[in-house]
């Protein structure tokens, strides 16, 4: 629950100071120029209303989230209260009844002891199922909305970029000049490019080709890096600090060199991205889980299950993986956004996934010429490329706050 107030606490930071010092200014620049420039007004002032909701978007969306969390923080620190003040007022209950029973049985007798006894005893049980129920709903609810509030809404976005080419309403292949440039409608919600390809349909097909490479790539991240980096961990001391070397030395290579390595080789296509990428976060991902296992082998909980003769295996798959899961889901989360701007910024600048592959970046490189005139063609799949990237942040920085 706190980590969930923490993290939009976090976030109400982030877009105030986005809003009011960033997006806000620059819509009211864009505005002021628009007024002087008669050739590309009418542009200027359409991109500097866009800019300008989507910075009042922000700005209130993230506090109204902000304002429910706290109303539910109160409301549940509430129910708790009142949930300790009714079992300490049943606990004096049943002390006095059981007190007054012992009395009144001292004087009418075994018979009336024995039934009084048997009625307070069904009472408090009563009244035990009754706080336990009680109990149990105040942490169901509090769960639902712990994750109602942090980490539901960014998978829901992300399952809705991956799997939201589905639900496209146009073809994002299909061509009609005729209907090029259009505005926003219900065929065309996000409006339509220089060749009258359906913006929208356009954008799902993006997310689905971008988070189709990100995660496979992380699913090899983890399977190769945490394998890697457990056999290095158990190598003698001569060895780890040769293999040590050699990752450092490799993981200074930046993505973008491997990228042209292996274009020069295979060229432009998925494969090639997705090794690219890959390359480098394995590296680092066997470096991460070799640095955990030995900080975890010095620690008292390792140095007992080894003195009470647990093997090899069970310390590590019993012990210390559950110990280092988190820090390893964490470094995927934060490396997905990492992938998303990479790929993204790739393909804008020309090394793209193939000729007739659809991405983020590839839209941002064939809506350059027409900023002027159509700044949203520039607009929208910046605005996906930034909520998917924060999406993954919320999530790794979600995973830093649970296990701090």
Request: proline letters at 3%; aromatic letters at 10%.
């Given at each position: 629950?706190?980590?969930?107030?923490?993290?939009?606490?976090?976030?109400?930071?982030?877009?105030?100071?986005?809003?009011?010092?960033?997006?806000?200014?620059?819509?009211?620049?864009?505005?002021?120029?628009?007024?002087?420039?008669?050739?590309?007004r009418?542009?200027?002032?359409?991109?500097?209303?866009?800019?300008?909701?989507?910075?009042?978007?922000?700005?209130?969306?993230?506090?109204a989230?902000?304002?429910?969390?706290?109303?539910?923080?109160?409301?549940?620190?509430?129910?708790?209260?009142?949930?300790?003040?009714?079992?300490?007022?049943?606990?004096?209950?049943?002390?006095?009844?059981?007190?007054?029973?012992?009395?009144?049985g001292?004087?009418?007798?075994?018979?009336?002891?024995?039934?009084?006894?048997?009625?307070?005893?069904?009472?408090?049980?009563?009244?035990?199922?009754?706080?336990?129920?009680?109990?149990?709903?105040?942490?169901?609810?509090?769960?639902?909305?712990?994750?109602?509030?942090?980490?539901?809404?960014?998978?829901?976005?992300?399952?809705?970029?991956?799997?939201?080419?589905?639900?496209?309403?146009?073809?994002?292949?299909?061509?009609?000049?005729?209907?090029?440039?259009?505005?926003?409608?219900?065929?065309?919600?996000?409006?339509?490019?220089?060749?009258?390809?359906?913006?929208?349909?356009?954008?799902?097909?993006?997310?689905?080709?971008?988070l189709?490479?990100?995660?496979?790539?992380?699913?090899?991240?983890?399977?190769?890096?945490?394998?890697?980096?457990?056999?290095?961990?158990?190598?003698?001391?001569?060895?780890?600090?040769?293999?040590?070397?050699?990752?450092?030395?490799?993981?200074?290579?930046?993505?973008?060199?491997?990228?042209?390595?292996?274009i020069?080789?295979?060229?432009?296509?998925?494969?090639?991205?997705?090794?690219?990428?890959?390359?480098?976060?394995?590296?680092?991902?066997?470096?991460?889980?070799?640095?955990?296992?030995?900080?975890?082998?010095?620690?008292?909980?390792?140095?007992?299950?080894?003195?009470?003769?647990?093997?090899?295996?069970r310390?590590?798959?019993?012990?210390?993986?559950?110990?280092?899961?988190?820090?390893?889901?964490?470094?995927?989360?934060?490396?997905?956004?990492?992938?998303i701007?990479?790929?993204?910024?790739?393909?804008?600048?020309?090394?793209?996934?193939?000729?007739?592959?659809?991405?983020?970046?590839?839209?941002?490189?064939?809506?350059?010429?027409?900023?002027?005139?159509h700044?949203?063609?520039?607009?929208?799949?910046?605005?996906?490329?930034?909520?998917?990237?924060?999406?993954?942040?919320?999530?790794?920085?979600?995973?830093?706050?649970?296990?701090?």
């Amino acid at each position: 629950m706190l980590c969930a107030i923490f993290l939009e606490k976090y976030l109400l930071t982030i877009t105030s100071y986005v809003s009011f010092t960033i997006l806000i200014p620059a819509a009211c620049a864009l505005g002021i120029a628009a007024l002087f420039s008669e050739k590309l007004r009418a542009a200027l002032g359409k991109l500097a209303w866009h800019v300008l909701l989507f910075a009042l978007a922000i700005a209130f969306v993230i506090p109204a989230g902000v304002k429910v969390s706290s109303m539910i923080e109160d409301t549940y620190r509430a129910s708790i209260e009142e949930t300790i003040a009714n079992a300490e007022q049943t606990t004096e209950d049943i002390q006095s009844a059981t007190s007054g029973k012992t009395d009144e049985g001292e004087k009418s007798g075994l018979s009336g002891l024995f039934s009084k006894v048997t009625e307070g005893i069904t009472g408090a049980a009563t009244a035990a199922v009754g706080q336990l129920k009680t109990v149990l709903n105040r942490f169901i609810e509090a769960l639902a909305v712990m994750l109602v509030t942090s980490c539901l809404i960014p998978i829901l976005v992300l399952l809705f970029f991956l799997f939201g080419s589905f639900f496209a309403p146009n073809d994002p292949t299909a061509t009609n000049i005729r209907d090029k440039f259009l505005s926003s409608s219900t065929e065309y919600p996000f409006g339509t490019d220089n060749f009258g390809r359906c913006e929208f349909s356009r954008i799902l097909e993006g997310g689905k080709t971008t988070l189709g490479i990100v995660l496979t790539g992380s699913a090899i991240v983890i399977i190769l890096g945490v394998f890697f980096g457990i056999l290095l961990a158990k190598t003698g001391r001569r060895r780890n600090i040769l293999a040590e070397s050699i990752l450092n030395a490799v993981t200074a290579i930046p993505p973008v060199a491997y990228l042209i390595i292996f274009i020069g080789i295979w060229g432009n296509s998925i494969p090639t991205m997705l090794v690219a990428l890959t390359a480098s976060l394995i590296l680092r991902m066997i470096k991460l889980v070799k640095t955990l296992i030995e900080v975890e082998y010095g620690k008292a909980y390792i140095m007992c299950a080894i003195a009470c003769g647990a093997g090899k295996a069970r310390i590590m798959l019993v012990h210390i993986l559950p110990n280092i899961i988190r820090d390893i889901v964490q470094f995927i989360c934060l490396s997905c956004a990492e992938m998303i701007i990479a790929i993204s910024g790739f393909s804008f600048i020309g090394l793209s996934l193939g000729d007739d592959v659809i991405d983020w970046g590839v839209m941002l490189s064939d809506a350059r010429a027409f900023t002027g005139t159509h700044p949203e063609l520039l607009l929208y799949p910046i605005v996906f490329i930034f909520i998917s990237s924060l999406c993954f942040n919320c999530l790794g920085r979600l995973l830093e706050k649970e296990g701090a």
